[in-house]
């Protein structure tokens, strides 16, 4: 029986010791409310990735429990995955399938049906101003194309938890406000986030909730204030840098 949750996600006890031996989640707690826009951040080895992967079945854990609204990510994973949708930092696109195909394609994968797809595709293609590049094959898209194909695939089954890895690497100003727009949209319309990005600024902005994760445990988790509160820092920035050790870095010591 699937438990009734309100929580988009629930981390418990998460740990992941890969082959090899790097024990990269050391124990993870970590609960995302329904409705909330979640900032994950922390230096690169940190474990964000392992994290996410974990939530989206594409790594095992080797201890504790993660669920997407209540549907456990281990047994319960084809509901787990269909009410979450990731955003890769990675552009892993099928090269030779157009745009139109990929999002035709991934919908087909969770279930949806051939006119709920058109539908959907058409309206993701203009929120993303890929209209005129739906015949395009993924490798003749520009970065920014790349990026916006990621993430309308994301968001083709319409998931309830979006995941979004660094979602705004290397890209231009106009397609990181245009983004940001929709993703703040679809956020107050009901769409649960859930953010990595080294644009501190950005999460400090946006995010209700930020965790700080590194060496594979969150260190500290609250509203941007309550962080800076806590550290006893003007800026979120200079809560990142004092976690990672690099406090000489700030800019306020910056001339
Ligand atoms: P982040 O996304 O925060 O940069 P990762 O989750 O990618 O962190 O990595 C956490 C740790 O796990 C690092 O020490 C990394 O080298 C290690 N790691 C990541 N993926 C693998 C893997 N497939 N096999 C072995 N070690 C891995």
Redesign the pocket.
């Known amino acids: 029986m699937v438990r009734q949750s309100k929580n988009a996600l629930e981390v418990k006890g998460l740990h992941k010791r890969?082959?090899?031996g790097?024990e990269?989640l050391k124990g993870i707690d970590l609960t995302i409310k329904e409705g909330s826009f979640f900032g994950l951040l922390?230096?690169?080895?940190?474990?964000?990735?392992?994290?996410i992967h974990s939530i989206m079945g594409l790594v095992v854990p080797t201890k504790g429990t993660a669920a997407v609204f209540g549907h456990d990510v281990v047994t319960d994973y084809q509901a787990a995955r269909a009410y979450a949708g990731l955003a890769p930092q990675e552009p892993n696109l099928d090269w030779f399938l157009t745009v139109e195909e990929t999002l035709d394609f991934h919908g087909g994968y969770y279930g949806m049906r051939k006119a709920k797809r058109k539908e959907r595709i058409d309206e993701l293609l203009e929120v993303f101003s890929l209209t005129d590049k739906r015949n395009s094959r993924a490798m003749m898209l520009s970065g920014g194309m790349k990026r916006r194909a990621i993430l309308a695939r994301a968001l083709m089954h319409k998931p309830k938890l979006l995941i979004l890895d660094e979602p705004t690497a290397g890209v231009d100003v106009e397609l990181r406000l245009e983004l940001w727009q929709y993703i703040k949209r679809i956020n107050k319309e009901g769409t649960s986030i859930l953010l990595t990005t080294h644009y501190i600024e950005e999460a400090e902005q946006l995010c209700d909730s930020i965790a700080l994760?590194n060496h594979?445990k969150i260190i500290h988790q609250g509203t941007s204030v309550e962080l800076k509160k806590q550290y006893k820092k003007k800026t979120l920035e200079d809560v990142y840098l004092s976690l990672v050790g690099r406090e000489e870095l700030t800019r306020e010591q910056a001339v």
Do not use: E, F, H, Q
Not at 42 to 51: E, F, I, M, Q, V
């Open positions: 890969y082959d090899g790097v990269a922390g230096p690169n080895g940190a474990g964000k990735s392992t994290l994760i594979g």
